[in-house]
């Protein structure tokens, strides 16, 4: 039997206020690679938010856009890279009482509890890294799917690295952000027509190296798979887009999956740099503002992240 169509729709997405050039980003110690280094690979800025801004600050930036469409949602996944912003808790509470309960204010729940979304139900996805965001939009096509009740999902992903971090991964810059979407059983927008994952766990603790090291095959595995699994070939797919990282990588995996390198779409790397994994959604709400989407365009949304994951989603616009 075929499977009812499950549709995404209604893309919103929140950066850090603050913004740096990789100058001012390098000069502060917020950077491993120097940032002649970081402008060479086509990085010019990145966002970060002031002291004392959560991640749940971003989320809620990102719902402020989308009020009036929130309307029967029946569930919210809400993805975090990042374990510490998986709590809204205050550890230094949890040190002084000792009680866990410190630990365990989540932030989906306060989104459900802000939004006045009384008849949804909360998932936390939290170790799948950068393809978190890719992750909430395959449990939600499940879940739809699997409980026909549920006509509405809130995909949710938002992170901020600590304060004191340094903002660069694997040669890459990082900006603190979080994206949100809509995934239903109503048509509009785009057509979900697959998702796929694929881990390797023995990876987990990589290093920036080995990552690159391995990223080539596994990518190409991925995608491969996902092709597979809507019925399509590499050339039945208009736009690729990818996570805001080295553009070099893209035109190797160009060549590797046999697309056109012109149609890889990423023109925020330089101003908002690497999202952790709101990437995707960032680069589709621009694509979609241009214009250049016509219905039946298909779009290949890929991410890589720590863990090791590496997950594939084909849209398709309505």
Request: charge should be negative; hydrophobic fraction near 45%.
């Amino acid at each position: 039997m075929t499977a009812p169509p499950v549709f995404v729709d209604h893309f919103a997405f929140a950066l850090g206020a603050t913004t740096a050039t990789v100058e001012e980003a390098a000069q502060s110690g917020r950077t491993f690679s120097s940032a002649a280094a970081l402008r060479g690979a086509g990085f010019q800025q990145h966002h970060f938010c002031p002291p004392g801004v959560p991640a749940y600050a971003l989320a809620r930036q990102s719902l402020q856009q989308m009020r009036g469409m929130l309307q029967d949602v029946g569930a919210i996944i809400y993805a975090t890279c990042i374990p510490l912003n998986a709590s809204l808790g205050n550890p230094q509470q949890f040190r002084e009482s000792r009680d866990v309960r410190h630990l365990m204010d989540f932030p989906a729940s306060h989104l459900q509890a802000e939004f006045g979304l009384e008849h949804a139900t909360v998932i936390g996805l939290e170790q799948q890294a950068c393809t978190g965001m890719l992750g909430t939009l395959r449990l939600a096509r499940a879940l739809l799917l699997a409980e026909p009740k549920v006509r509405r999902v809130l995909c949710v992903t938002a992170d901020r690295f600590p304060e004191e971090a340094v903002y660069e991964q694997s040669y890459n810059l990082i900006s603190d952000g979080a994206a949100a979407c809509i995934v239903s059983s109503e048509s509009g927008g785009f057509h979900l027509l697959a998702g796929h994952a694929v881990t390797n766990g023995a990876m987990a603790q990589a290093t920036a190296d080995e990552t690159a090291g391995s990223y080539f095959s596994y990518a190409s595995q991925v995608i491969g798979e996902t092709l597979d699994k809507a019925g399509l070939n590499v050339g039945d797919i208009d736009y690729f887009l990818p996570q805001n990282t080295v553009p070099k990588v893209w035109q190797i995996l160009a060549r590797l999956v046999g697309f056109d390198y012109s149609r890889v779409y990423c023109p925020t790397l330089s101003r908002v740099g690497h999202v952790i994994s709101s990437d995707n959604i960032i680069n589709l709400c621009h694509l979609i503002a241009s214009g250049r989407l016509a219905p039946g365009a298909r779009v290949l949304l890929f991410m890589a992240g720590y863990g090791l994951n590496w997950q594939c989603v084909i849209l398709e616009r309505k």
